[in-house]
């Protein structure tokens, strides 16, 4: 009989409330043969808790090559292997890619053994648009990068969601009013499921006030999540959208449609649907 590959498990943890942990992560973490973790000591508290005595060993994405073949080395063997980061889901903003990547081209099986994820949880209660949004990650550190990534993606229409350290997040508001605009609708959602949770949205401008106002809000883990701009129709450029904007501020809407078409050459339809849209993202 041809030998079997062992299973890579891809397993959440959680991000503060260790009550988050699902039972079937308990199972897999107590049953697989080792366990690689991004941090061994860190996860050791979360492991004692659940009685999980499978040893441990460490992985990070810049682990020499030596000890991604040798995790891969025990699953081409047929054993079990799981891996956790210190908080959440492994790969969102945490290691795995690199051993994940090479498992799947070596035709091992990995499993996600779903749970916490930061982003996922702060979403699911901004009270944003929900329906498409996009994952940034770690925005760059140096505010002149951190602002030109920014203003790049001022006109994304689609929720944009951050990871920012306490310490930045003042910053990195202030580079948000540069970039989008005082008045564009940001959350703050910190310390999730922990005993100082706090989901809060305001205009930017008066969010990083707030911020700025109570040392509190600039400790402990921190989601952004930024509302999309108004989404411009296809062939709206900047100066129709300008354009539009001040008739919208004067006019009702059929009518600022149909001046607008004869200021800017476009179909009256065009820009009714656009001031339409426009108007119900903004409801
Ligand atoms: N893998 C994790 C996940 O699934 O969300 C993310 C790991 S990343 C290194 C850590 C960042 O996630 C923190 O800096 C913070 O932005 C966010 N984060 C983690 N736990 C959080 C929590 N309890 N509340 C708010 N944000 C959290």
């Given at each position: 009989?041809?030998?079997?590959?062992?299973?890579?498990?891809?397993?959440?943890?959680?991000?503060?409330?260790?009550?988050?942990?699902?039972?079937?992560?308990?199972?897999?973490?107590?049953?697989?043969?080792?366990?690689?973790?991004?941090?061994?000591?860190?996860?050791?508290?979360?492991?004692?808790?659940?009685?999980?005595?499978t040893?441990?060993?460490?992985?990070?994405?810049?682990?020499?090559?030596?000890?991604?073949?040798?995790?891969?080395?025990?699953?081409?063997?047929?054993?079990?292997?799981?891996?956790?980061?210190?908080?959440?889901?492994?790969?969102?903003?945490?290691?795995?890619?690199?051993?994940?990547?090479r498992?799947?081209?070596?035709?091992?099986?990995?499993?996600?053994?779903?749970?916490?994820?930061?982003?996922?949880?702060?979403?699911?209660?901004?009270?944003?648009?929900?329906?498409?949004?996009?994952?940034?990650?770690?925005?760059?550190?140096?505010?002149?990068?951190?602002?030109?990534?920014?203003?790049?993606?001022?006109?994304?229409?689609?929720?944009?969601?951050?990871?920012?350290?306490?310490?930045?997040?003042?910053?990195?508001?202030?580079?948000?009013?540069?970039?989008?605009?005082?008045?564009?609708?940001?959350?703050?959602?910190?310390?999730l499921?922990?005993?100082?949770?706090?989901?809060?949205?305001?205009?930017?401008?008066?969010?990083?006030?707030?911020?700025?106002?109570?040392?509190?809000?600039?400790?402990?883990?921190?989601?952004?999540?930024?509302?999309?701009?108004?989404?411009?129709?296809?062939?709206l450029?900047?100066?129709?959208?300008?354009?539009?904007?001040?008739?919208?501020?004067?006019?009702?809407?059929?009518?600022?449609?149909?001046?607008?078409?004869?200021?800017?050459?476009?179909?009256?339809?065009?820009?009714y649907?656009?001031?339409?849209?426009?108007?119900?993202?903004?409801?």
């Open positions: 009989m041809q030998h079997q590959p062992g299973i890579l498990y891809v397993v959440a943890t959680p991000i503060g409330n260790l009550a988050d942990m699902v039972p079937r992560a308990v199972t897999v973490l107590q049953t697989v043969s080792v366990i690689a973790c991004e941090d061994t000591r860190h996860s050791a508290r979360l492991l004692q808790h659940f009685a999980i005595e040893p441990c060993v460490a992985y990070h994405d810049h682990s020499d090559e030596k000890k991604v073949d040798a995790l891969l080395a025990r699953l081409q063997a047929g054993e079990a292997v799981a891996l956790i980061s210190d908080a959440g889901t492994p790969l969102v903003s945490d290691p795995g890619f690199r051993l994940v990547r498992a799947r081209e070596q035709g091992v099986k990995v499993v996600p053994v779903p749970g916490a994820c930061a982003f996922v949880a702060a979403l699911s209660a901004a009270g944003l648009p929900s329906d498409r949004f996009i994952f940034e990650g770690f925005l760059p550190a140096k505010s002149g990068a951190r602002l030109k990534q920014l203003q790049a993606l001022a006109g994304e229409s689609r929720t944009l969601i951050f990871y920012e350290a306490p310490h930045r997040v003042l910053e990195c508001l202030q580079d948000m009013i540069t970039a989008f605009g005082a008045e564009r609708e940001v959350v703050l959602a910190r310390e499921s922990k005993a100082f949770e706090t989901i809060h949205g305001a205009a930017v401008g008066e969010l990083a006030h707030w911020v700025a106002s109570d040392s509190n809000q600039q400790r402990g883990e921190l989601v952004l999540l930024v509302r999309g701009a108004p989404p411009q129709a296809e062939g450029d900047d100066d129709a959208v300008r354009t539009m904007e001040v008739l919208l501020a004067e006019l009702p809407l059929k009518q600022a449609a149909a001046l607008g078409a004869k200021l800017t050459g476009l179909r009256k339809n065009e820009l649907q656009w001031a339409l849209a426009r108007q119900s993202d903004d409801a």
